[in-house]
């Protein structure tokens, strides 16, 4: 088991990464003061497999767990569904002393975190994330969201949990192209910030890909600990954190112009970074190599790295609402491995034309 601290000023909590964390969460929470209840956010499928050993744990701390049943995936992050939470909290006449659960993947812990961020102006959340992306990023960091009609994420804030535990255990149930989601985002770590986890992925994925709970918790630890730090120098998104997003820009576009119906966001960030590496070496930023590396690394994961885009126009109109977007397209993008910039000078011709060089209609 290992433990990694967020350490932000006044708001530090600790990431508990393991095997069996779950049946052990009593000794893992922190001390949760006069907290006699709480509401578990989770889809139902996810109930059905974790709420028991987490109800268990909580009872031997002395909080009742209640549970809150959301719908799955990006059907969770509607402001109808997060009024319809607000209203069981009040119509349950949770209290301020009392905790948010998120139980689940990024969608839960996006909505959770948001209506714990909000209900009677903030009360205390812990992460309790069931997916390789939410224990790798989304659920370390505080950032909160709902989706809107215009856009993904639109309405949200920032809102830090006070524990966050990943149960490598959660793995082993989750759907193959889950895993490999959130292997895009373990990729995006190895290739701007741990080239160490990049040796190791690029040595042997395969006790990965096989859900080995021991190379999972040192892999999820990894991760975690580049966040942690990333994080705690910038918490605001800033500066530092945007490199976070790297492969996201255009993944964020791609995800966008599908309708959210076509790529997942692994799969989409998977051929954000195959892009960035692109432009980067097409700026003589980077010298050539990273692409091929990032695309052979990617394969390795079980990702696509090509495959049917949407057309240029329909990309550039969707780079426009990303968040980093300030009249110009930001993009983090490599030196070399291990070298994240973020650089806002790139023109919509030199998206273009990357685009158009991987099959992209003009
Ligand atoms: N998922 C990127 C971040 O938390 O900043």
Redesign the pocket.
């Known amino acids: 088991m290992e433990r990694v601290t967020v350490p932000i000023t006044g708001r530090s909590y600790d990431v508990v990464v393991g095997s069996g964390v779950l049946a052990r969460a009593a000794e893992h929470l922190p001390e949760l003061g006069s907290a006699t209840r709480a509401f578990v956010v989770a889809d139902r499928p996810v109930a059905d497999a974790w709420l028991h050993p987490l109800s268990e744990a909580l009872a031997a701390r002395r909080i009742h767990a209640v549970l809150l049943v959301v719908p799955s995936g990006e059907e969770a992050k509607t402001l109808d569904v997060y009024a319809t939470v607000l209203r069981q909290l009040a119509s349950q006449e949770a209290h301020r002393d009392d905790l948010v659960v998120a139980l689940g993947g990024g969608t839960t812990g996006d909505l959770a975190g948001f209506v714990a961020s909000t209900y009677m102006r903030g009360v205390r959340l812990i992460q309790v994330p069931t997916t390789l992306t939410g224990q790798v990023?989304?659920a370390?960091?505080g950032?909160t969201a709902v989706n809107l009609p215009e856009g993904k994420n639109l309405a949200g804030t920032f809102h830090q949990p006070v524990a966050v535990l990943c149960d490598v255990d959660t793995l082993a149930t989750l759907a193959d192209r889950d895993l490999r989601s959130g292997l895009a985002e373990v990729a995006k770590y190895a290739l701007t910030l741990d080239l160490e986890l990049l040796g190791m992925l690029e040595r042997d994925p395969a006790p990965l890909l096989q859900r080995d709970p021991a190379p999972l918790e040192v892999v999820v630890a990894r991760c975690v600990r580049a966040?942690a730090a990333?994080?705690a120098a910038d918490e605001l998104?800033l500066d530092r954190?945007?490199i976070?997003?790297y492969g996201?820009t255009v993944g964020h576009a791609l995800e966008r112009s599908e309708g959210y119906a076509g790529r997942t966001h692994g799969e989409a960030i998977a051929v954000g970074m195959v892009f960035a590496a692109r432009l980067a070496e097409a700026r003589g930023l980077a010298s050539t190599g990273v692409t091929a590396r990032t695309t052979r690394l990617l394969k390795a994961l079980g990702l696509e790295t090509e495959g049917a885009l949407p057309p240029v126009v329909d990309v550039l109109a969707a780079l426009k609402m990303d968040k980093k977007f300030r009249d110009r397209n930001r993009f983090v993008l490599l030196q070399a491995v291990g070298r994240p910039l973020v650089v806002d000078d790139v023109t919509d011709e030199e998206v273009a034309a990357v685009l158009r060089e991987m099959g992209a209609e003009a």
């Open positions: 990023d989304a370390i960091g950032k966040k990333t994080v998104d954190r945007m976070l997003n996201h």
